[in-house]
Every structure is written in structure tokens, then in C-alpha cells.
């Protein structure tokens, strides 16, 4: 069995917040890693619509979350272009492509159709390109007591900052506990940050958490 990072509250935890949310969000370099399901399983409320963003050109295909879209509406929200062949899979396994520039224009599309409270549960890279571009409002952080080093997944892929003053800055913080784990969460005070670029090459199983929402990145 796959050893974890965050409790099994923190995992509960986290269902809730998909709950709560229209949709759950992630990159396609997660869905390639993890093939996580992204419903909301352990927690009371509905399954939110699942997202997945890419480019599109190189799709996993063959992931849980596109295999299972009749049960869950699933979108692939795709900046670039997604050959034919892949979206006939796509379409066939009932999953909806929605085309857009960039994140940006993304996001006011699944806006438009009601998605307005999105959960973004990373990877590194699409929440420090969504970081980057100033599109996200809120942050919830669980922190596990467990040390990783130097090749773990980065919680976010920013830029380091010149100086300390220049770094992310959050306001109205708060913090409690879920089973062995932190919770932070905190709204983010606009600030000048640069997307660092991914790391998600490297061989690695389990990790610690992004942007509103996420715990493990197992399901
Ligand atoms: N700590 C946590 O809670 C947590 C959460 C999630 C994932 N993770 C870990 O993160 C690792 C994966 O890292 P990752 O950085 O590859 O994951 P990611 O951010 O989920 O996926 C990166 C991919 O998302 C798409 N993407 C990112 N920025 C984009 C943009 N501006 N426009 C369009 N598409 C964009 C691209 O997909 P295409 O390449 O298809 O174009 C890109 O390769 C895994 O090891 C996973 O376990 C950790």
C-alpha cells in the first residue's frame, strides 16, 4: 500500500473542500503521476465537475478521471491544441474539451458556465502559473510532520524571490489542526511572483499540498 503524507482527517478534510467547490482542478502532469480520481468520496456533499488542464498534447489518455467521465463530469481545459484522434477518445469516453487561450481566458469560461468556486489542487506547476498570473484568491496549506529533502516535489513552482519582502504574502491567516497535520489557510496579498519552471521529472510518489484546497494528491 501506497504510504501517505497527510492523515486520514486531512484526507477527509480535503474531500470536503471538494465538496463545497463547483470544481476540482488539476494539471495534466498530476493526472500523468498520480491517475488520481478527484471526487469527494469520504466527505457528505456532491462530487464537484474535475478539470484537468494541459496544453493537450500529450494527453494521459488512459487516466481514471477521463475513463470514469460519465459517472463524473469531466473537462479538459486545453491552451493549445489537442489532436483529432485524442478528442474523438475523449468524446467517446464522454469527457468535454473546452479550448481556451490561456489560463486566464480558461477560467472565465468554466466562470460562464457556473464554475465559479475552483479548487485547485496543483501540481507545482499549474498553481505557479495560476500563482503567477494572479488567479487565485485563497490558499490552504496542510503541513504533515514529516521532512522531505532536496528533490521533493516544490508546493508551488514560483520563482525565488529577489528579496523577502518580494515573496507571496498572505493575510488573514489562520491556523488548526487535522489529526497528526496543520492547517493554514489564507488569503493572498496580490504580489509580484514569477513561475518557476516544473520539476515534475523527477521520481516521486507522495507529496505534501497546494492552492485552496488539496491534501495528498493520491485521489
Ligand atoms: N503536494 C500536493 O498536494 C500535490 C498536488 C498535486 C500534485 N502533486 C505532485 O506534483 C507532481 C506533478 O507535478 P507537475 O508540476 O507536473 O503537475 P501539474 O502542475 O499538475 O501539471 C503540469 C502540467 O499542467 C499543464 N499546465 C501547467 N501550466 C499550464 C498552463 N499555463 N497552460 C496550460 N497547461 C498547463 C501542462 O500539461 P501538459 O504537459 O499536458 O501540456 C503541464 O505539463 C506529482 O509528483 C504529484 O504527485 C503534489
Request: charged share 15%.
Given at each position: 500500500m501506497r504510504a501517505r503524507?497527510?492523515?486520514p482527517e486531512s484526507r477527509r478534510r480535503a474531500h470536503e473542500l471538494r465538496?463545497?467547490?463547483?470544481?476540482?482542478?488539476?494539471?495534466?502532469?498530476?493526472?500523468r503521476r498520480d491517475d488520481p480520481r478527484l471526487t469527494a468520496r469520504d466527505a457528505a456533499g456532491p462530487d464537484p465537475v474535475r478539470v484537468v488542464v494541459s496544453r493537450g498534447a500529450r494527453l494521459p489518455l488512459d487516466a481514471l478521471v477521463f475513463a470514469t467521465a460519465r459517472?463524473?463530469?469531466?473537462?479538459?481545459?486545453?491552451t493549445g491544441d489537442v489532436a483529432p484522434e485524442a478528442a474523438a477518445v475523449l468524446d467517446d469516453r464522454?469527457?468535454?474539451?473546452?479550448?481556451a487561450r490561456d489560463l486566464r481566458d480558461g477560467l472565465a469560461v468554466l466562470a460562464?458556465?457556473?464554475?465559479?468556486?475552483?479548487?485547485?489542487?496543483?501540481?507545482?506547476t499549474l498553481a505557479g502559473a495560476l500563482l503567477a498570473d494572479e488567479l487565485v484568491d485563497r490558499l490552504t496549506v496542510f503541513v504533515?510532520?514529516?521532512v522531505l529533502g532536496r528533490g521533493a516535489p516544490d508546493l508551488v513552482a514560483l520563482a525565488a524571490p529577489a528579496a523577502v519582502a518580494e515573496g507571496l504574502a498572505l493575510s488573514d491567516v489562520s491556523w488548526e489542526t487535522t489529526g497528526r497535520d496543520a492547517v493554514c489557510r489564507a488569503r493572498i496579498v496580490r504580489s509580484r511572483v514569477a513561475a518557476a519552471p516544473s520539476q515534475a521529472s523527477a521520481e516521486w510518489g507522495p507529496r505534501a499540498v497546494p492552492a485552496e484546497g488539496a491534501t495528498e494528491g493520491d485521489d
Open positions: 503524507i497527510s492523515s465538496a463545497a467547490a463547483d470544481a476540482v482542478m488539476v494539471g495534466a502532469g498530476t493526472v459517472e463524473v463530469p469531466t473537462i479538459l481545459l486545453a464522454g469527457v468535454e474539451i473546452v479550448r460562464s458556465r457556473g464554475l465559479l468556486e475552483i479548487l485547485l489542487e496543483g501540481g507545482p504533515a510532520p514529516l
